[in-house]
């Protein structure tokens, strides 16, 4: 069904029928419901080439997520929750999602995508991902004049756009925890140290040692890619060093799994000899063995404020240095962390 047509059904005009569709605060409320309410009804979608060939937009936003560390995966369960969150809001707000993937980590064709994205005028809006220390990336869309929204923060000093966990306090909550079992000897194992979150989760495991006196050994902070095998390895290697950790704290899920499982390989339990958590509550956390203890932060909840951000600047109701949201965290207690023996 056309719009036109989609008009003619409502009795309303068409161009109040686009302003709804497209998320128009000029609309009263109680139209807007109907219209999209009647639209979902038919399945009404709009003609996404008549629409770019009238208004000049595309209507949609862009991501490229990063490279999967096996080169298998596309995403994992948090980045499609993320997604999810992201796509709700702009499903609302007239807009679509389209996404691309790195196949391998390559800043220069990473560089190469997005020039693709703003120069073919594919989308109206970037969402940028996992932020690096100093990102190339925010500089590259900020010249191009493209509404962007950046998924964690940055070193730059220039105003932008911006939604992030607080990552630093999440290593402070879950490294305090391990101390107020007894643990001094905490490992950190933490992903690769261009990314900004990387850092801050080594500020807030550092910070909680500080409080208690601790001093951190270099020897016990190693970083790896994230995944289940980077975890395994690197847990597998402090296991034989000459006085291993009595517990471990891990940037992901991901990683705490494959440290579970080195433990299990020399036989040690976890949860009773040898104490580790993770990060990220992911849907596999609560059904591995042990459940894993675990931080949450509401990825989904994190999409929705993103995807809030972009319309807000989309439609000129914002300036990106006034989109700052930092999502706070929560500790989730299971089996898998213990008093030091």
């Given at each position: ?37 009647r639209a979902r009804e038919i399945g009404y979608r709009p003609n996404p080439g008549a629409r770019r060939l009238k208004s000049g ?139 900004n979150f990387v850092r801050l989760r080594e500020k807030g495991y550092t910070r909680a040692l500080a409080k208690h006196r601790i ?8 970083n790896g890619d994230l995944s289940e095998v980077s975890g395994y390895a690197l847990c597998r290697s402090l296991l034989v060093s ?100």
């Amino acid at each position: 069904m056309s719009i036109v047509l989609l008009a003619r059904d409502l009795g309303l005009s068409i161009s109040t029928v686009s302003r709804a569709l497209n998320g128009y605060h000029d609309v009263a409320p109680a139209t807007k419901q109907r219209v999209l309410k009647r639209a979902r009804e038919i399945g009404y979608r709009p003609n996404p080439g008549a629409r770019r060939l009238k208004s000049g937009r595309s209507s949609l936003v862009g991501v490229i997520l990063p490279a999967a560390s096996d080169g298998v995966r596309f995403v994992d369960s948090v980045a499609s929750s993320l997604l999810g969150g992201v796509e709700v809001e702009l499903e609302n707000g007239g807009y679509g999602l389209i996404a691309t993937m790195q196949t391998r980590n390559d800043l220069e064709r990473e560089a190469a995508l997005y020039e693709n994205f703003i120069k073919g005028s594919w989308v109206d809006a970037l969402l940028l991902v996992r932020t690096r220390v100093a990102d190339p990336r925010v500089e590259l869309v900020r010249k191009a004049h493209i509404p962007f929204v950046t998924y964690g923060r940055t070193e730059t000093a220039e105003p932008y756009a911006w939604v992030d966990t607080d990552n630093e306090k999440a290593f402070y909550l879950a490294t305090l925890r391990q101390i107020e079992f007894g643990h001094e000897r905490i490992a950190l194992l933490n992903g690769p140290l261009e990314y900004n979150f990387v850092r801050l989760r080594e500020k807030g495991y550092t910070r909680a040692l500080a409080k208690h006196r601790i001093a951190p050994d270099r020897l016990l902070m190693l970083n790896g890619d994230l995944s289940e095998v980077s975890g395994y390895a690197l847990c597998r290697s402090l296991l034989v060093s000459a006085v291993p950790p009595t517990a471990i704290v891990c940037a992901t899920d991901a990683m705490a799994i494959g440290a579970i499982a080195a433990c299990r390989e020399r036989g040690m339990a976890v949860g009773r000899e040898i104490s580790i958590a993770g990060y990220g509550n992911s849907s596999a956390s609560g059904f591995c063995d042990p459940p894993l203890t675990t931080i949450d932060h509401a990825v989904f909840e994190n999409g929705r404020h993103i995807g809030q951000s972009l319309l807000r600047l989309l439609r000129a109701e914002a300036k990106p240095a006034d989109i700052h949201y930092l999502e706070p965290v929560v500790l989730v207690p299971r089996k898998s962390d213990c008093q030091r023996k």
